[in-house]
Structures are given as structure tokens and as C-alpha cells.
């Protein structure tokens, strides 16, 4: 293979790659490698006639706990290794390395990989060093790969050109030591986007249709299509038959999906049919190519609800606008097929939604689009409105999902059964107890009471509020737990307010203060029709025309917020709080969700700077924003276990979604800080651990391997990571736009964040004190002028205070700032 097929991750250097790719002439019998063995001999590097004479240090490397293990035992080996200044000759020239790929990987694999994951992480315990050749002196001259990381670096190299077939690869040492956050970004930006997109159509059906989350019998690909999707029905019909090795099933959806019918089909899960788009063949034929989408990754194997948006943010950061608008396209084609965004296209969620972000994401979309297509542009725009116009009335404000008394919505997703995605014993300390009451086993219990053999209305009610809480997104937490359905959440309600604002701005700014859809019904439609809030309109709701104004959105906006502020603002504790509606009382779990009102911008100014004076201390620790507080988490026991959605973990949208909250509201540094915690936290990890990308960490004990349910996803791979995971990768490339050029020198060095922020805080004193400094002739001078020449009392004093002048970002709407008023900033530590 030659140079100019290599990717951008691949790249050996031009020079390296044309000398991989051909012969090598003279490869010395050492092939470049030296192995670290027992005993004083160590080969003579060229070169270095003092070599022999050099003083020795000794790597030997014990068990833990061990520290003076004996140097004779089987369980350890010692190493004698040069120290690197007398070893390493010193030179202005990059080196560039001769590696034979397959002996140089068993070599690390063999003598580094102690633990056997095919990873070399902090955790094995090898010598840490590994000899090369350099290409120049075609392998005699050698030098030592010294470290975790550069270890780890060459082992992902070399299973790079594994993929390409390479025998050899001349591979430059800046590869190798590369600064890691260069690496990591470059990794997600050439690589993991790549190994996360997805198509449904004849050259995807093969990856889209793999389902780790399968449980059932029928395992072969199946693939349903909405009603009325006769094209695409066949289209895929013609792909199973073209493709028999495929074993591909092809059904379609009937007109009206109901909690049965999803019952019906969920011991035969199949894919969802998404967005597809007129194609060209090679030979000219005009057929359908499926719109791409990205996944989150691991056992997630679709396109999921909010997932979607985070992963947007991170192509639109890496200049794949095409892919995220894309994602939108296949938002829309869901609204006006399932009629929702779904929690993801499996057939199982067909009843299920989650949090709601379509608006941002498609403005955010729109705002790239190539000025050129105007016309274009403008007509895929008021698509897109118009599907999110209809998911917000036929969803969030229809009932179960409304409720009518508090004007709040609520999660709520119906079905049957048991969530069929989970892991096969999930529930099984939910089934114990009914099923030991009839004398039945979990398994037996559960079979029947999912057929609806058997009726449990506490069983039902359990159920019901899981599956709410599997469409909030935060499956699972204590914050929600056996309560969700009737909880009106803080994040909901601040997500649909940004809705209510986005639209009314899009009218507004885009479509000259008016906007017509088609009739959506709602509940408060339905008061409308019935005659209680207004004349009833008998036409059929197909042909019917409601014509939308900015107005009319701004005025819904201004509602829910004063809503929100009623029912889920604490005044004393200085944070949101989810509304009850059934108890019809605030909660008092403290969640990281109540900066999404900073997000949605529905928090007043004084709300927004209590919240960072009193609940950001709450969140903030080492490695980023916790989900929640200990407190409220509570006691955990071996029957009351972690919650992956409560403390001690952190999870990317939490993060995003303060990132630009704070800074919507001035507070830059604060978004920062608690940036460069987060984007720490996964560098740390990437470092010590092969390059991983989790899909979540816990945030206080520094760690990715967590001790939870479901586990973690992202961690499991051989060599090399090759998606990381969605919202992750999204995070990282999103947060390194909030570091300045000092704050990335730091994360590249994988600085402790409380040594980064003490400097900078020592650092900003001293440019205060030195700002301050007045020298001691002027002082007399003012201070003379102060007492022979008082000043009238409505005058200022020379000596008061400068003022500060309020930035516009933080002014609220219909209010000017004070110019004789200085602005108080909250100050922590």
C-alpha cells in the first residue's frame, strides 16, 4: 500500500512511509529490537565506547505490597538498564525508527502486558522499556521507548499498520511522545468519528445490525420500516434478496403502534429504519443511500435521542457539519414516522423518547450551512421547525407526558413488561420477592409476568416509572428512582423552555414573525376544539393550517419559566429542584441538572449568581462536575448499590451543559476551571491506560473503573481504541475551546488541576497587587488634595474604588446597567 492511502492518524511521516512500503535491503538479524533480559549483558549501542564502563541502574519492578521482593524468585526479574544520559546520544535531528511490526508487538506484548489485556497501562508491571532501531543506521543504531505511554503509543501504531498490512513502518519518535492532548483530539477528529458513523442501507445493514443488547432466540438482522415507507419497504427487500448471506428479515410497522404491539415483537428486536436519500449507483442507477448517523458506541449500537446532540456539538467542532446535519435529517424523519425522537432506533424503544435538544442542535446546524444555498437552506430549516413544532405539542405537552395543573411536563414512556434491553438480571432483586410469594423462580416469574400471564399492579407501577427514567437519560439514579413518571424535572422543563425560545427567535429573525404548520394536536389544543378555552374549529385536523407567531412562543417561554420559578426554585439552598406532581411538592435531591436553567437561559441574573456562589461548590470536585451530592445520594449497602447517574460520577452532558451555561452568564472563569477539571480527568486516563475513552468516569476517586451497574463502556479493546465513546469524544473537543493557550500547556503536561488553578490564582494576586501600587509622592498629593479641597458629598472620592464596567452578556434583557453600581462578582476558592 502506498503513501497516499494512509488516513491521517496513519502517518509515518512521507518519508517513513515510502521506505515501510518497499523492501528493506539490509535489515540486520536484530531486526532493530532488543529485548530486556535477566542478567548484567546488555547489548553495546553504537557508538558509545564508554558504554561498557557506564554506571547501571536497576529496573527491577516488584508485585505491590512487595516492595523487597527477592531479586531470585520466579515472581520477579530483575532489569539492568543505562541510565538514559549515558545511554542516549544527543542529537538535533528527529529520529526515526526501523520497527518489524509483528516481532516488536509480541516483544511489548510479552514483556509489558502483565496483566494480559492486550493494553499496557499504569497497572502492568514491566520493566517500561523497550529498545529500537533507528532507520538511518537501517536498525544498529538503537535507543530506549521508556514509559506507560510512549509504550502505549507504539503499540496503537503498530496495530495501525497491522491494518494496512505493513511488515515494516519507519515510525518517527514525535509519534511516540506526542503531546497528548494533539493526540487524543487528533485520534477523535481522523479516527473515532469515523469507526462511530453508521448508514442503514446495503453497505451498512452488516454493522448497524449487530445488537449486543439482544437477549432473545432470534438473533438474526431484522430491520423494520414505518407504515407507509413503500419505497424504502422495498428498497430493503431487494437488499435481502441481493444479499442472502445477510439472513436479513424485512417488516413493516402497522399505522398505529401500541404498548401490545411492541409487546408483540420484543422477543424479535430488530433496527428502525431512518432517513435515506436519492443515490446514483456506478452504473448510473438511481437507488437509496441511508443518511448517516453516529453512535455512541460499544453495546450502543444506534442512534440514541440526546446522545445525538452532544456527539453534533463535537463534528461541528471538527468540521463534519455534513454528518451532524445528517443527524438532524434522521430527528425529523423519526418525528414524522415514530412520532418522537426516539431514545434509539431499536425496535423496542418505539414507545420511548428522551431529553429534548432538537432545536439547538438544528440552528447550530443551520448556522454553517453554505450561504450560497440560501433559498435551500431556509426551506430545510422550516422542515426541520416544523418537526420539532409538532415533538413539542404531540409529546411534551400532551398528557401523560403534561400535566395540566402545574403547566410542567414530566418523562413518561408507556409499555408492558420489563425494559427488555437490560441485562438479563437487572430486575432480578425487583422479581425476587413476587416470585418467591408464588413459589416461582425469577426466571419463570418473569416470563409469565412479561406475557401478561400474571397481573401485579406494584410490579406495574415499578415499571412505569423505570421507563421513565430510561427516557430522562439518567438511567439510573436515586434522584428519580420509583418516582420518575411523576416528576416534572428541572432539566425537562429548562430543555422545553429553550425550545419555546428558539422557535420564537427562529420565527422571528428567520420567517419575518410568522410561521404555518400543519394542525398538531396538544392538550391545550384540545381545550381549544372542546370549547373550553376558546371556539371550537370542526374542521379535520389533516387539512387545518395554525399559523405561529414569535409572540406567541416568547409569551410560552415567559410562562414556564414563571412556572419553574414557583414550583422548582429554593430560594434558601440557591438551586432548581424537581416538582412532584402527584405528592405536589419540590424534591430535595441536589443534581448538577439545575444548571441547565443557566443553559436554557431561564435563570434570572440573581439566580444564576446564587447558584455559583452556593450550589457549584456542591458539584465541583477533582475531576469535573459530580452528577449529584453524597448527601443525597444517600447510604450505600450491599442492598442499596451505586446509581451511575448519582455521586461519585460524572458524566459528559452535565459538563457541556454547565460549560455553556457559566459562560452565558459571564462567569468565563468558572467554566474554565470546571473545564479543565473534566478534560484532566480524560487525559489522565487516556495516558495511564492506553489511550481510553470511557463513557463516563468517576469524577471524585479519579478513576474510569467503576464499580457500578452496567459497568463502563469504551474500555474494552485490544491494542488500540478505535471509537472511544460518542459524548466523550464530543466533550473533549468542545472543552478545548474554553482553554487558553496556558491552561492546554497544563492539561498536555496532565497537570493536577489544584496546582494549575493555586498558580494561576497566585498569579493574578500579584498582578493585582502590582496594579495597585501607587507610589508614595502621588499618595500625598491625593491625600493633600482630599483635605484642603473637600468635595461636595454627591461627588466621588479619587481614592474610591475603580468601576467595572458590566459586560452585555450578563445584562438582562429590559435592564440597563448602573453606571455609579460596581458589580459584585461571587468569590470561592
Request: charge should be negative; glycine fraction near 6%.
Amino acid at each position: 500500500m502506498n503513501s497516499g492511502s494512509e488516513t491521517p492518524w496513519l502517518a509515518f511521516g512521507s518519508a517513513a512511509s515510502s521506505r515501510a512500503a518497499s523492501p528493506i535491503p539490509t535489515l540486520p538479524p536484530a531486526t532493530g529490537i532488543t529485548k530486556v533480559t535477566a542478567g548484567p549483558r546488555v547489548d553495546k549501542p553504537a557508538g558509545n565506547d564508554d558504554y561498557v564502563h557506564a554506571s547501571y541502574v536497576n529496573r527491577h519492578r516488584t508485585l505491590a505490597g512487595h516492595p523487597n521482593g527477592d531479586s531470585n524468585s520466579e515472581s520477579a526479574t530483575r532489569y539492568r538498564r543505562q541510565r538514559r544520559g549515558s545511554h542516549d546520544v544527543k542529537t538535533s535531528k528527529p529520529r526515526r525508527f526501523l520497527i518489524d511490526v509483528e516481532e516488536t508487538q509480541r516483544l511489548i506484548l510479552e514483556q509489558e502486558d502483565t496483566d494480559g489485556d492486550f493494553q499496557i497501562t499504569v497497572n502492568d508491571i514491566g520493566p517500561k522499556v523497550v529498545t529500537l532501531g533507528t532507520a538511518d543506521s537501517a536498525g544498529f543504531n538503537k535507543y530506549d521507548i521508556r514509559g506507560t505511554y510512549m509504550l502505549s503509543n507504539l503499540l496503537q501504531e503498530l496495530a495501525l499498520a497491522q491494518d494496512y498490512g505493513r511488515r515494516y513502518v519507519v515510525l518517527d519518535e514525535a509519534r511516540l511522545n506526542e503531546n497528548p492532548v494533539d493526540r487524543l483530539s487528533r485520534m477523535i477528529r481522523h479516527h473515532f468519528w469515523d469507526g462511530l458513523t453508521r448508514r442503514i442501507d446495503a453497505e451498512g445493514l452488516e454493522a448497524i445490525s449487530k445488537d449486543p443488547k439482544n437477549r432473545s432466540k432470534n438473533t438474526a438482522p431484522k430491520i423494520y420500516v414505518p407504515f407507509g415507507e413503500e419505497e424504502t419497504l422495498e428498497y430493503y427487500q431487494k437488499v435481502s434478496m441481493a444479499k442472502p448471506e445477510l439472513n436479513l428479515s424485512v417488516e413493516q410497522l402497522p399505522k398505529d403502534i401500541t404498548p401490545k404491539y411492541v409487546q408483540s415483537i420484543n422477543d424479535k428486536p430488530g433496527i428502525l429504519a431512518l432517513a435515506m436519500a436519492k443515490h446514483k449507483d456506478e452504473e448510473g442507477n438511481e437507488t437509496l443511500k441511508g443518511v448517516p448517523f453516529v453512535v455512541p458506541g460499544g453495546r450502543f449500537n444506534e442512534m440514541y435521542g440526546w446522545d445525538s446532540y452532544f456527539e453534533s456539538l463535537g463534528l461541528l467542532v471538527d468540521g463534519r457539519l455534513e454528518l451532524a446535519k445528517g443527524m438532524v435529517d434522521n430527528f425529523v424523519y423519526e418525528i414524522q414516522h415514530y412520532g418522537k425522537i426516539l431514545n434509539a432506533n431499536r425496535s423496542y424503544y418505539l414507545l420511548r423518547s428522551q431529553p429534548p435538544f432538537m432545536t439547538d442542535m438544528m440552528l447550530k446546524v443551520y448556522e454553517r450551512l453554505p450561504f450560497t444555498l440560501e433559498t435551500e437552506n431556509k426551506q430545510w430549516l422550516a422542515t426541520t421547525l416544523t418537526a420539532a413544532i409538532k415533538e413539542y405539542h404531540t409529546v411534551w405537552l400532551s398528557q401523560p407526558r403534561y400535566d395540566p395543573e402545574s403547566g410542567l411536563s414530566r418523562f413518561y414512556s408507556e409499555g408492558i413488561g420489563m425494559p427488555p434491553e437490560t441485562e438479563a438480571s437487572h430486575f432480578d432483586h425487583v422479581i425476587k420477592p413476587f416470585a418467591d410469594k408464588l413459589g416461582l423462580s425469577i426466571l419463570e416469574y418473569s416470563r409469565r409476568y412479561n406475557e401478561s400471564e400474571l397481573e401485579e399492579p406494584a410490579l406495574d407501577n415499578y415499571f412505569k416509572h423505570d421507563r421513565a427514567v430510561r427516557e430522562s437519560g439518567h438511567d439510573t439514579s436515586y434522584r428519580l428512582d420509583n418516582c420518575c413518571a411523576d416528576v416534572a424535572t428541572v432539566d425537562l422543563n429548562a430543555l422545553l423552555y429553550k425550545y419555546e425560545v428558539d422557535i420564537a427567535e427562529t420565527i422571528q429573525s428567520i420567517f419575518g414573525g410568522s410561521f404555518e404548520t400543519p394542525y398538531f394536536e396538544s392538550y391545550e389544543s384540545k381545550l381549544h376544539d372542546t370549547g373550553e378555552a376558546g371556539e371550537n374549529d370542526k374542521s379535520s385536523a389533516s387539512d387545518r393550517k395554525v399559523i405561529h407567531t414569535s409572540a406567541e412562543w416568547f409569551e410560552r417561554a415567559r410562562i414556564r419559566q414563571q412556572r419553574m420559578n414557583h414550583y422548582c426554585w429554593n430560594e434558601e439552598r440557591g438551586m432548581y429542584f424537581d416538582y412532584d406532581t402527584r405528592l405536589k411538592v419540590m424534591g430535595k435531591y441536589e443534581s448538577a441538572t439545575t444548571f441547565y436553567t443557566m443553559w436554557a437561559g431561564c435563570a434570572e441574573r440573581e439566580k444564576a449568581e446564587r447558584m455559583m456562589s452556593v450550589a457549584l461548590p456542591l458539584f465541583e470536585v477533582t475531576g469535573g462536575l459530580v452528577s449529584g451530592t453524597e448527601s443525597s445520594r444517600g447510604m450505600i449497602t450491599l442492598a442499596r448499590p451505586n446509581r451511575q447517574w448519582d455521586f461519585p460520577f460524572g458524566w459528559a452532558p452535565h459538563q457541556i451543559i454547565a460549560w455553556i451555561g457559566f459562560e452565558k452568564y459571564g462567569f468565563l472563569e468558572e467554566a474554565k476551571r470546571t473545564c479543565y477539571r473534566w478534560l484532566y480527568t480524560i487525559t489522565k486516563s487516556f495516558v495511564d491506560f492506553n489511550g481510553v475513552v470511557p463513557e463516563k468516569f468517576d469524577v471524585v476517586n479519579m478513576t474510569h473503573k467503576v464499580q457500578v451497574e452496567y459497568g463502563n463502556v469504551g474500555v474494552d479493546f485490544k491494542f488500540i481504541p478505535r471509537e472511544g465513546f460518542g459524548w466523550m469524544n464530543a466533550s473533549y473537543q468542545v472543552g478545548l475551546g474554553y482553554m487558553d493557550r496556558g491552561l492546554r500547556r497544563a492539561l498536555g503536561a496532565v497537570m493536577d488541576p489544584e496546582q494549575v488553578f493555586k498558580k494561576r490564582r497566585d498569579e493574578e494576586i500579584k498582578r493585582q497587587q502590582l496594579a495597585n501600587q501607587v507610589p508614595d509622592s502621588e499618595r500625598r498629593e491625593q491625600s493633600e488634595a482630599l483635605i484642603l479641597q473637600p468635595q461636595p458629598q454627591s461627588q466621588q472620592s479619587v481614592l474610591q474604588e475603580p468601576k467595572m464596567e458590566i459586560p452585555q452578556s450578563v445584562i438582562l434583557k429590559g435592564q440597563e446597567p448602573d453606571v455609579t453600581t460596581r458589580l459584585v462578582w461571587p468569590q470561592r476558592v
